[in-house]
């Protein structure tokens, strides 16, 4: 678990500073979790979401630091962590429905299935935002135009991380950056909606 960990263009060796821009753009998620904080008011789901968020910034921020197997492993359950609160709470603050927890679950199976296809939690997430927009459209809920910009947004970040190794020849600090930036505004977005929806 403390193997070291050279998975992006921007890393050519070991050490704290190794990551600068991958780690500088961590700051993206602590903006997102300090706006969502603010906008909650006091609410606890907004404050959930915001800890949840804040979560995948220490993760994220300590991984590209440290850049060792224990560390990304800690990423993935913080940003695991955040998909399955937010797909637990979706259900009853946009449905109304008394058991919405069994999404969590059943978001994990989607997970186990998509890892077979090579994509794992990321396809699921973005598969779990087009399936929030396509509910509320079929609702007619003006809302999912929030989650369908969403999703457009993580397709984009989701393209930018997967094309990292493979630009590093001609953009040697690589994309992977772009996708802490894309995410932060991310996870802003879908947890604002949350928190307004929410509201008395």
């Known amino acids: 678990m403390t193997d070291y960990v050279d998975g992006y263009c921007e890393r050519v060796a070991p050490g704290l500073w190794g990551e600068p821009l991958n780690s500088l753009s961590n700051l993206a998620f602590l903006v997102a979790a300090v706006l969502v904080w603010r906008l909650a008011d006091g609410a606890r789901t907004g404050r959930l979401l915001a800890g949840s968020i804040g979560l995948v910034f220490v993760a994220s921020s300590v991984f590209h630091l440290v850049a060792t197997r224990w560390a990304a492993v800690g990423d993935s359950v913080a940003i695991l962590v955040f998909v399955l609160v937010y797909a637990a709470l979706f259900p009853r603050v946009f449905f109304g429905w008394r058991y919405a927890w069994l999404a969590a679950p059943a ?20 598969i779990g935002l087009g399936t929030f927009a396509a509910l509320l459209g079929f609702r007619r809920d003006a809302d999912w ?28 600090v690589g994309t992977h950056f772009l996708w802490h930036l894309l995410n932060g505004l991310v996870l802003y977005l879908v947890s604002r909606a949350m928190i307004v929806r929410n509201r008395p």
Do not use: E, K, M, Q
């Open 145 to 172: 135009t929030h989650f369908a910009v969403a999703g457009a947004l993580f397709a984009l970040s989701l393209s930018l991380r997967t094309v990292d190794r493979d630009v590093c020849d001609y953009v040697p």
């Open 107 to 126: 978001f994990l199976v989607l997970t186990a299935g998509t890892a077979l296809l090579g994509g794992g939690l990321y396809l699921a997430a973005l």
